[in-house]
């Protein structure tokens, strides 16, 4: 049985006044997974670019404008969102305040025993990650994220850590209700081996949604759909060549994009930005 690929999905969307918007992690394109890629594709060396230091890491809060304005983190909740899709711009989420004026992990690498790597993101939470029990696959719900649509908010609840080299999918969406009696979403997360299967010609190895968080930083989850032949890469970043544009869904502010397997460029082709010619 072929290793089962993260469910595609695009809910209807709704205009109504104050309901939250779907969180990306949630959000799957309603890719033409039959479309058919352009016979020429322009080729470009892709550039090596060094990391940034951390200072350069960009801090948001998901409410108010400081530590202070965060609420208190439940039980093994995310108290951050460290984002390391562009290489060039990091950048972090606040979501809560650890109690007992801990402080929430912000460390880049990941081995701080506070953090649940998924993709190119890392939620750090206030308590030890070993202490959490080992998913199983398709069955356990690695983490569960509440909408809460009276603040615009979401809680991501952690519940067990997926295998490693696993990724996480959308298992199912249910409806709830919030302490203060609004309507809300709850969106259940479990693991899945990374997909084996070999592109077929003409398929999308990946498939990117791209939301505007902040002036200059986009909040983007890249989808990988199959292994490209040998001599090919499949894209990283959404506007690396081969990638084309897809739907805009405007009422989620989300665009989404299709990768295409490339050739890999000659050794030669590869240059640090910066180096003269």
């Known amino acids: 049985m072929h290793v089962l690929i993260p469910v595609l999905l695009a809910w209807a969307l709704c205009g109504v006044r104050g309901v939250i918007r779907t969180p990306l992690e949630a959000f799957r394109p309603s890719a033409e997974i039959h479309l058919r890629r352009p016979d020429k594709l322009p080729f470009l060396p892709h550039k090596r670019i060094p990391l940034p230091s951390k200072s350069d890491l960009k801090i948001l809060y998901q409410t108010g404008g400081s530590e202070?304005?965060?609420?208190?983190?439940?039980?093994?909740?995310?108290?951050?969102k460290v984002d390391l899709y562009d290489a060039t711009q990091p950048w972090i989420e606040r979501k809560c305040r650890c109690l007992g004026h801990r402080p929430c992990s912000s460390d880049l690498t990941g081995d701080d025993n506070h953090t649940l790597s998924d993709k190119t993101t890392l939620y750090k939470t206030c308590?030890?990650?070993?202490?959490?029990p080992k998913?199983?696959?398709?069955?356990d719900a690695a983490w569960i994220i509440y909408s809460f649509p009276d603040s615009n908010a979401t809680q991501?609840?952690?519940?067990?850590?997926?295998?490693?080299?696993?990724v996480t999918?959308?298992?199912k969406k249910l409806p709830y209700t919030t302490p203060s009696g609004e309507p809300g979403n709850q969106y259940q997360f479990a693991c899945s081996p990374q997909s084996r299967l070999r592109c077929s010609r003409k398929e999308p190895c990946k498939l990117f949604?791209?939301?505007?968080?902040?002036?200059?930083?986009d909040e983007v989850n890249a989808n990988t759909i199959c292994q490209c032949p040998r001599g090919h890469t499949c894209p990283r970043h959404h506007t690396e060549t081969?990638?084309?544009a897809g739907?805009?869904?405007?009422a989620e502010d989300i665009r989404t994009y299709h990768g295409y397997c490339m050739p890999e460029p000659p050794p030669d082709a590869y240059r640090f930005v910066g180096d003269k010619d």
């Open 68 to 80: 202070d304005d965060l609420p208190a983190c439940r039980p093994r909740q995310v108290c951050s």
């Open 209 to 217: 949604s791209a939301r505007r968080r902040h002036e200059q930083i």
């Open 169 to 171: 999918y959308l298992l």
């Open 156 to 166: 991501q609840i952690v519940n067990c850590h997926c295998p490693k080299f696993s």
């Open 247 to 250: 739907i805009t869904y405007a």
């Open 135 to 139: 998913c199983r696959y398709f069955k």
């Open 127 to 132: 308590e030890p990650v070993k202490r959490l």
């Open 242 to 244: 081969g990638v084309l």
